[in-house]
């Protein structure tokens, strides 16, 4: 992983207000800027993370989930597209952001089997939890509030083809002889102590941007996003040789060791400035949004603009949670 240290620290507005960006990092196709809050933005310390609190108690009927926040106290936003994963066993996630009060139970009707052979359901021990891979998300959000378990089915197989996987609409046939070269984007990414988000490039492109409502959030959160969602999306790329367009610096009339040096931190200063604007620029897109859920004082919304899709949840006026999103464009053969 290269990490560049660089001045491009203004704080982002709009969808992103509060927040500013950290330094690059970047591990061949896969880049990332994290997203870090500002003075400005509140704690949100009253959402707990999902990895220790939110619990699958049961799949009541396929297609159809109970889940649970079990923190005593703490609101929970379980993140969009989560999956719960066992071998052996009926594999199953949602279509969209769920919200649980704490302690409290949800009947979720419209997740996804991901597993189109019927193998059985999932018992409440050695969940496995996981996000959408990023080539199947825009599809599972435009299919929420359907109850059909099995619409996703065909997405998974045109997903699974593009990696050369045979046939078939079972998301596993892709993990399991993709996994280990997904697995070490799990560490291949520091995680800032006040990191609460982050924009995900692909090959140059600018492709998500998630933002969680706190650092411990983040840090449960952020290495599953980088393994499944946005790791797949990078293995992609690499598949059909996708390159970012590289900067070239200027070495005419280099005078010595110290003046490439310079050349070099203002050639990252300038990468940096131009991430930031993409970033911006998104953010600052004329949105259309409509409210999907209202409960314990949050609005989950619908967003899209053009390419782009997803999610945002608010607290009043202020944005607590964010998942936005576009595919990975390849040109196949």
């Not at 050695?126 to 299919?143: C, D």
């Not at 610096?249 to 931190?265: K, M, Y």
């Not at 967003?303 to 949670?321: I, P, R």
Request: hydrophobic letters at 45%; aromatic letters at 10%.
């Amino acid at each position: 992983m290269t990490m560049y240290n660089t001045e491009a620290t203004k704080a982002f507005t709009d969808l992103l207000a509060g927040l500013q960006p950290g330094v690059i990092q970047t591990r061949n196709t896969f880049s990332l800027v994290p997203l870090l809050p500002t003075e400005q933005r509140a704690a949100f310390d009253q959402y707990v993370a999902p990895l220790e609190h939110l619990k699958l108690i049961r799949v009541q009927t396929y297609g159809t989930l109970i889940l649970q926040n079990v923190a005593p106290q703490g609101q929970l936003i379980a993140p969009m597209h989560v999956g719960f994963f066992q071998p052996g066993a009926q594999n199953h996630a949602t279509s969209r952001v769920v919200i649980l009060a704490d302690g409290k139970q949800i009947t979720v009707n419209d997740c996804f089997c991901v597993q189109q052979t019927q193998g059985g359901l999932l018992q409440e021990a050695q969940q496995r939890f996981i996000i959408l891979p990023l080539g199947l998300r825009k599809a599972a959000l435009a299919k929420r509030g359907d109850n059909s378990f099995s619409r996703l089915w065909q997405d998974i197989d045109l997903h699974n083809r593009r990696y050369g996987i045979a046939r078939g609409g079972h998301l596993e046939r892709f993990l399991r002889p993709y996994f280990p070269r997904l697995q070490p984007f799990r560490h291949a990414f520091e995680i800032l102590p006040q990191q609460v988000g982050a924009a995900y490039f692909i090959a140059g492109q600018l492709v998500g941007i998630e933002v969680t409502p706190n650092a411990a959030y983040w840090r449960d959160v952020g290495p599953i996003l980088n393994i499944y969602c946005y790791g797949a999306a990078a293995l992609l790329a690499q598949r059909y040789r996708l390159k970012a367009e590289e900067q070239k610096i200027d070495l005419e009339g280099l005078a010595d060791l110290d003046d490439l040096a310079q050349r070099l931190r203002e050639a990252r200063e300038w990468e940096a400035a131009v991430r930031a604007d993409l970033i911006q620029e998104v953010a600052a897109l004329p949105w259309q949004s409509s409210v999907e859920d209202e409960t314990h004082g949050l609005r989950a919304l619908y967003v899209q603009q053009g390419e782009w899709v997803g999610q945002v949840v608010k607290e009043k006026d202020e944005v607590v949670y964010v998942s936005l999103f576009r595919d990975v464009v390849v040109d196949e053969v």
